[in-house]
C-alpha cells in the first residue's frame, strides 16, 4: 500500500461511453499527476495538478479531461474514447520529491 | 526538450549474474530518480541522486550518477528472481513533474 488508491482498478468501456476514474491520496502531498503506460512505451505523463492548479498538460486529446477538487482526490473523466486509448491509468502525487503511484486502473475501449 | 534514452530495453540473465542498466540525457540533469515495476504492478520509488558522481547503495543493487550530470547507472549484483520488472530512470522537471525513460525490462531465469 503506497497511501494513493484508484478506482476502479479495470474498467471496460465502449466508444461512446462516459466514465471516469477516480484517484485518492492520503499522504498529505501537495502535487497529483495522471500517466498512461500503454504497452512497450515509456510512462506518458498526462497531467500535473500542483496545489489543485493544473499545471502540466502535454497535449493531450481533450476526450480526457481531469479535475481535481481538493488536494486529495484527482479525476479523469473519459468520454468518446478510442481503442488505442486501451492503456494502463496510474496516478501519482508527491511532494517535491519522489512519486507514490497507485495501483492503476486497467482501460479497455472497445 | 530534454530527452533521456535509457539501455538496454530487455535483458536476460541468469540468475546470480550481474545486470546493469544505463540512462543517458542529452542536457545536464537536476537529479535522476529509480524507479522499479513488478510485472503487473505499479512503480516504487528506489532512489533519488542529487550530487555530481554520486553513489549510493541498497542492498544488492548500486545506483550511480555521472560527473556530468548527464547519466546514471543501476548495477545489480548477482540478480535473483525478485528482482524481475522493468526499471525506470525519470528525471525531475519544471512544476513537480517527473520525466521518465523508456525502462529496462529485466527477465531472470532460475
Known amino acids: 500500500e503506497t497511501g494513493v488508491t484508484q478506482t476502479p482498478r479495470h474498467l471496460v468501456m465502449g466508444m461512446t461511453n462516459k466514465k471516469s476514474l477516480k484517484c485518492e491520496q492520503h499522504?498529505?502531498?501537495?502535487?497529483m499527476y495522471w500517466y498512461k503506460q500503454s504497452a512497450k512505451k515509456p510512462l506518458e505523463l498526462m497531467f500535473v495538478?500542483?496545489?489543485?492548479?493544473?499545471?502540466e498538460n502535454n497535449s493531450v486529446p481533450s476526450r480526457f479531461s481531469p479535475e481535481c477538487p481538493n488536494s486529495s482526490h484527482l479525476f479523469l473523466h473519459l468520454h468518446t474514447l478510442q481503442p488505442e486509448d486501451s492503456a494502463l491509468y496510474l496516478c501519482?502525487?508527491?511532494?517535491?520529491?519522489?512519486?507514490?503511484f497507485g495501483p492503476g486502473t486497467r482501460l479497455t475501449v472497445l | 526538450g530534454q530527452q533521456v534514452m535509457q539501455i538496454p530495453q530487455y535483458q536476460h540473465v541468469q540468475e546470480g549474474e550481474d545486470f546493469t542498466t544505463y540512462c543517458n540525457s542529452s542536457t545536464t540533469l537536476s537529479n535522476i530518480q529509480w524507479y522499479k515495476q513488478r510485472p503487473g504492478g505499479h512503480p516504487v520509488f528506489l532512489i533519488q541522486?542529487?550530487?555530481?558522481?554520486e553513489v549510493k547503495k541498497q542492498k544488492r543493487l548500486t545506483f550511480q550518477f555521472g560527473e556530468a550530470k548527464k547519466n546514471s547507472s543501476l548495477h545489480i549484483t548477482a540478480t535473483q528472481t525478485t528482482d524481475v520488472g522493468t526499471y525506470f530512470c525519470g528525471y525531475g522537471g519544471a512544476t513537480n513533474k517527473l520525466i521518465f525513460g523508456t525502462g529496462t525490462l529485466l527477465a531472470v531465469q532460475p
Open positions: 495538478y500542483s496545489l489543485e492548479e493544473r499545471v
Open positions: 501519482a502525487s508527491s511532494q517535491a520529491g519522489e512519486q507514490f
Open positions: 541522486l542529487v550530487k555530481s558522481g
Open positions: 499522504l498529505g502531498h501537495n502535487a
